[in-house]
T-cell receptor, first 115, second 114 residues
Framework: GDSVTQTEGLVTLTEGLPVMLNCTYQTIYSNPFLFWYVQHLNESPRLLLKSFTDNKRTEHQGFHATLHKSSSSFHLQKSSAQLSDSALYYCALSDRGSALGRLHFGAGTQLIVIP | DAGVTQTPRHEVAEKGQTIILKCEPVSGHNDLFWYRQTKIQGLELLSYFRSKSLMEDGGAFKDRFKAEMLNSSFSTLKIQPTEPKDSAVYLC????????????FGPGTRLTVL
């Protein structure tokens, strides 16, 4: 079945260093939609980024990700971490493409940014 | 427009009790989801409705968990009977494919079962 793998459960970074959170996926669907959701402490998850197009970079709020179907990856990056980036990040996959449907969420990566 | 609303925000139950959590999706959204969130398991899908029809029922949760959509703007999640391992945050989300490819989450209900 469809699945999403986030290899890091916890990432601790010093402010100003680059961020990279890994996300790989498995699906039989040829046109997957990939998402990154962010959840700050005591809040609910909210959409950070989404992508439907192979090899096209998508950006929002300083973060960016590129869907690579050849490697089934959708890694989240940022050039310089800020203290306010500390949060739980979920990568997610839609197995119905534009019909969206349910999302398959990864286990989540907790990002902690320290001064 | 109002977002997804959930009540109550906090619930404390004794083991064996029946509890009902409520959710109102964003107006006009026809997909509704119930999730359970814990630190260990992350986000787990409990139920998924499209236009009030049950599309998916989380296999591991079938025996004591029952979600219903009474109408297009109201859903409930019943847990009967509750067990201490049910202590978690229960999140409701809604979406409207074709308009915005995004699930909007409610604030959640934090359930503690003693």
């Amino acid at each position: 079945g469809d699945s999403v793998t986030q290899t890091e459960g916890l990432v601790t970074l010093t402010e100003g260093l680059p961020v990279m959170l890994n996300c790989t996926y498995q699906t039989i669907y040829s046109n997957p939609f990939l998402f990154w959701y962010v959840q700050h402490l005591n809040e609910s998850p909210r959409l950070l980024l989404k992508s439907f197009t192979d090899n096209k970079r998508t950006e929002h709020q300083g973060f960016h990700a590129t869907l690579h179907k050849s490697s089934s990856s959708f890694h989240l990056q940022k050039s310089s971490a800020q203290l306010s980036d500390s949060a739980l990040y979920y990568c997610a996959l839609s197995d119905r493409g534009s019909a969206l449907g349910r999302l398959h969420f990864g286990a989540g990566t907790q990002l902690i940014v320290i001064p | 427009d109002a977002g997804v609303t959930q009540t109550p925000r906090h619930e404390v139950a004794e083991k064996g009790q029946t509890i009902i959590l409520k959710c109102e999706p964003v107006s006009g959204h026809n997909d509704l989801f119930w999730y359970r969130q814990t630190k260990i398991q992350g986000l787990e899908l409990l139920s998924y409705f499209r236009s009030k029809s049950l599309m998916e029922d989380g296999g591991a949760f079938k025996d004591r968990f029952k979600a219903e959509m009474l109408n297009s703007s109201f859903s409930t999640l019943k847990i009967q009977p509750t067990e201490p391992k049910d202590s978690a945050v229960y999140l409701c989300a809604s979406s409207r494919p074709g308009v915005a490819w995004e699930q909007f989450f409610g604030p959640g209900t934090r359930l503690t079962v003693l």
